[in-house]
């Protein structure tokens, strides 16, 4: 049995079952109102989140913002991806236009170690390519696997009800794994405020550096790399050395 033929099956299993009709129906309505929502907000002209100008995710937010219409095109092309998600026919237009984004946000996100879309945004990138799998009858024609004919309708039989554990296991997993590798990927983050920043720190024998590096990034707004260079140069704290005590 050729790949093409076996993924053919996998795929036909997918559509044919309730679970997973019912799961599909559920991402495709979480992220057109991840999309929607967020492209409405700069369409109407207002600045995304509230983050200082001097953090990094913020600092790139207010450049964006204030570069004018291109600001306004991206919530655009957020309300029009979440749109076309909403429609069977034209789900395949909104993940064409929602991937590119929501990878690009996953990159941004990793660079600047910015945690607020640290974990939403790659599981939004695996719903994206979740969607393209399900309507893998049509995205099929465009890859090297054989040559085919036209497009042909998927055989229409009743759903069936078995629910997929491994399927869901898998979800499970996935989730899992992308919120603990996240929260262990980076040793040093810098936070959304300077007291969250200076938090991290508490504790270790490294609070001079940490509070030198959290002033490096909210007070004098200096690039992500350059604090973190900084701070790995920095010393460790100096304990005080304790006093003799003297001898009657």
């Not at 999309?35 to 369409?43: D, E, P, R, S, T």
């Not at 974990?119 to 399900?134: D, E, G, I, K, S």
């Not at 983050?189 to 509070?211: H, K, V, W, Y």
Request: glycine content about 6%; aromatic content about 14%.
């Amino acid at each position: 049995m050729s790949l093409s033929t076996r993924l053919d099956a996998l795929h036909l299993y997918f559509r044919q079952n309730r679970w997973l009709w019912l799961f599909t129906l559920g991402t495709r309505l979480l992220l057109a109102f991840g999309f929607i929502m967020a492209g409405y907000v700069k369409i109407t002209g207002e600045r995304f989140t509230d983050l200082s100008c001097n953090q990094p995710m913020g600092h790139f937010l207010q450049a964006t913002f204030d570069t004018g219409y291109y600001y306004t095109s991206l919530g655009v092309f957020q309300v029009l991806a979440g749109i076309l998600l909403l429609f069977p026919r034209t789900v395949i237009m909104g993940v064409m236009i929602y991937l590119p984004i929501i990878l690009n946000i996953t990159i941004l996100s990793y660079s600047v170690r910015f945690e607020g879309s640290l974990f939403t945004a790659p599981l939004m990138v695996l719903a994206n390519l979740y969607l393209l799998w399900w309507n893998y009858d049509r995205v099929k024609y465009i890859l090297p696997l054989s040559r085919r004919a036209l497009p042909q309708a998927l055989p229409k039989q009743k759903l069936n009800n078995k629910f997929p554990l491994a399927f869901f296991s898998g979800v499970f997993l996935t989730f899992v794994t992308v919120v603990v590798v996240n929260i262990n990927l980076y040793e040093l983050m810098p936070r959304n405020t300077i007291g969250d920043c200076l938090s991290q720190f508490e504790g270790t024998n490294r609070t001079q550096a940490g509070s030198s590096f959290c002033d490096c990034i909210h007070k004098e707004g200096n690039t992500l790399g350059r604090c973190l260079e900084a701070y790995e140069k920095a010393p460790d704290d100096v304990l005080p050395v304790a006093e003799p005590t003297s001898e009657k």
